[in-house]
């Protein structure tokens, strides 16, 4: 069964509204979620990755005022979008590790994705 | 640095077989594939390590060449079932790091 959950699968919402996708480790603890993005027939673009207790790493070219992103406990990371605009349509997915004998050694876990869809 | 895929895309008739590659400029830890069926997240396919390896569950399997730090995954008696895009993500060392992603290779099966 899914490791990682994701909500909501879909929303729909107006330009200038936020939005907020959460995304759940089922179980285990993860200290670290990676939050991707993905256009429609594109590749998944790393957006941030998501840290316990602390400040999101962003990539290059991201905005953090516009992609905020709380990981308030081991289980459960949060990216909200703000004042969403269409460019902000999108497929957005989490993943998160399991700790198991090394991290690189771990499989990629990804939740089911949230498809935004900004009017 | 994204990896580089190819082919793009490819059709094969059913029990067909398919090479899909993956190559770095940078020195990999490991390469994972996935598989991802339209509007669907990516589902796991298998990860290999730096050292040089193969590995393979049913008819899908996969190698991972150092020297060239490039990896490859093979596709035999392709069913329909395997249609959707393939990716490979890579990861530079053994920490928990995000996988960088390539392009992505649609392969569609036909009957």
């Known amino acids: 069964g899914a490791v990682v959950s994701q909500h909501p699968s879909r929303v729909i919402c107006k330009s200038g509204t936020s939005v907020k996708i959460e995304c759940r480790s089922l179980?285990?603890?993860?200290?670290?979620m990676f939050w991707y993005r993905q256009f429609p027939k594109k590749s998944l673009m790393l957006m941030a990755t998501s840290n316990e207790g602390s400040k999101a790493t962003y990539e290059q070219g991201v905005e953090k005022d516009k992609f905020l992103i709380n990981h308030a406990s081991l289980t459960l990371s949060t990216l909200t979008v703000t004042s969403a605009h269409p460019e902000d349509s999108s497929f957005y997915i989490c993943?998160?590790?399991?700790?198991?004998?090394?991290f690189g050694t771990g499989e990629l876990f990804f939740g089911e994705g949230s498809r935004l869809t900004v009017l | 640095q994204q990896p580089v895929q190819s082919p793009q895309a490819v059709i094969l008739r059913e029990g067909e077989d398919a090479v899909i590659n993956c190559s770095s400029s940078k020195a990999l830890y490991s390469v994972h594939w996935y598989r991802q069926k339209h509007g669907e997240a990516p589902v796991f396919l298998m990860i290999?390590?730096?050292?040089?390896e193969q590995k393979g569950h049913d008819k899908i399997s996969a190698s991972f060449n150092e020297k060239k730090q490039q990896s490859s995954l093979y596709l035999t008696a392709s069913q329909l079932s395997y249609s959707g895009t393939y990716f490979c993500g890579t990861a530079l060392n053994s920490g928990n790091t995000p996988l960088v992603f390539g392009k992505g290779t649609r392969l569609s099966v036909i009957a």
């Open positions: 290999l390590l730096k050292g040089g």
């Open positions: 993943s998160a590790r399991r700790s198991l004998a090394g």
């Open positions: 179980d285990f603890q993860a200290t670290t």
